[in-house]
């Protein structure tokens, strides 16, 4: 058991929308069950994101929750209003893309008063013991650790399930020179004031270069199910997630080749990027539709194999997915580039790349998977954090 009071900064923490958030919320309730009391700053949710399927009400309110609401005023300048001529947009792109230090795409880049005075109010009215961050977005990270920096009393552990610098999405790729070197800076300043600083790949933690090699700690990405399930097996094919960029094309390339061996399967893809891909996945024995929420656990309990989608930038990356997909016990049929992920799915009896399976011939290694499953817990990571926290000194 522990007494923490644990500052969690996390931007998208439900009932905001986003796995981001119901990742760190599967942590935030176990520490609520080993005795922590759990503050948590975040994003104001909009009016129609009062409730959600991701997390129990009755876990909600036992947590302090403090909204930030702050609109990003350069990500706004992306969309037209009465009140913003296109004068005044493009003044101000040209402005934040060559005199801001940093990266002004950043959801909380515009955002460090307002998170340092939540803070300054928090810890006014009950000590912080530790402030847990996790991102993206990243400069979270960073209005913690200016924090801590006036606040020696303070633990700070960051988490970053993406990569940083070295992204290709959250407007890194279009950093200009001044840009680039402002978040180098922050990244430092962070891993200089960070007590911790953990990833889910080796990959992102190479990115924070520090003397305390001890202080990196590998974090694997989650899942929160109470036991594995077992379902008829004959509703067909799913995939349930992300369509990553520029992966339709291994996805037309996978379908066709599939479809021409295997006409008469039929696939469900639910993806919030949907609109996308359905142009260019015309085949009759496919259906591309909107994300369900909560209620994809039946389609998946109940479904003869589970697609596993990558891109070319995390091939090798064994996202939330992966780990929580394995509770339903059924073979992963993979799309995209070859990688660590794919090597891994075949060598270890989990699946085969989509166009070769062949379900006559693959037999599920269910003990691995079961292995695995075990392994990648919520609660497992949870007490690690903790542990860790609670031996700090």
């Known amino acids: 058991m522990t007494n923490k009071h644990i500052v969690v900064l996390n931007w998208h923490f439900p009932p905001n929308e986003g796995i981001g958030g119901r990742r760190t919320a599967l942590l935030v309730k176990h520490w609520l069950e080993a005795g922590a ?19 129990d009400e009755k876990i909600l309110n036992q947590i302090r929750i403090e909204y930030i609401d702050h609109e990003n005023p350069y990500n706004a300048l992306f969309f037209r209003t009465e009140n913003r001529s296109k004068w005044i947009r493009i003044w101000k792109k040209f402005y934040y893309n060559f005199f801001a230090v940093g990266n002004p795409i950043d959801q909380t880049f515009f955002c460090g008063d307002e998170i340092l005075y939540q803070l300054k109010k928090i810890h006014e009215q009950k000590p912080i013991d530790w402030i847990f961050t996790s991102g993206a977005p990243f400069y979270l990270a960073y209005w913690a650790a200016l924090f801590k920096a006036k606040n020696d009393s303070i633990h700070l552990w960051s988490d970053f399930r993406d990569p940083w610098l070295n992204a290709i999405n959250y407007g890194m790729l279009h950093l200009s020179a001044p840009q680039r070197k402002g978040d180098d800076a922050v990244r430092d300043f962070v891993t200089h004031y ?8 080796p990959e992102v933690l190479e990115e924070f270069e520090t003397e305390k090699e001890e202080t990196k700690i590998l974090i694997p990405h989650f899942h929160d199910q109470e036991s594995m399930t077992t379902g008829e097996s004959e509703n067909g094919w ?34 919030q990027h949907y609109q996308k891909i359905k142009p260019i996945l015309e085949f009759n024995q496919v259906q591309v539709l909107a994300p ?3 209620s994809i656990k039946e389609h998946l309990t109940n479904c003869s194999c589970i697609i596993i989608s990558l891109g070319d930038h995390n091939k090798d990356f064994f996202t939330t997915k992966f780990y929580d997909h394995l509770g339903y016990q059924k073979p992963y049929l993979y799309i995209g580039p070859s990688g660590k992920v794919l ?3 075949e060598s270890n009896g989990l699946g085969r790349r989509m166009e070769e399976f062949n379900p006559e011939k ?11 499953w075990e392994e990648h817990k919520a609660s497992v990571m949870a007490r690690l954090i903790l542990d860790k926290m609670d031996n700090h000194v």
Request: with cysteine; glycine share 2%.
């Open 362 to 372: 693959f037999t599920y290694n269910s003990t691995f998977a079961h292995q695995l």
């Open 292 to 294: 369900i929420g909560s």
């Open 238 to 271: 799913i995939y349930a997630g992300e369509i990553y960029e520029n992966s339709e094309a291994y996805w037309k390339n996978s379908l066709t080749r599939t479809l021409q061996i295997n006409p008469q399967i039929n696939i469900f893809i639910y993806s």
């Open 343 to 345: 090597d891994f799915i």
């Open 194 to 201: 960070a007590d911790f600083i953990s990833a889910p790949y």
């Open 37 to 55: 009391e759990i503050t948590v700053i975040c994003k104001k949710p909009h009016d129609h994101q009062r409730s959600s399927d991701w997390i």
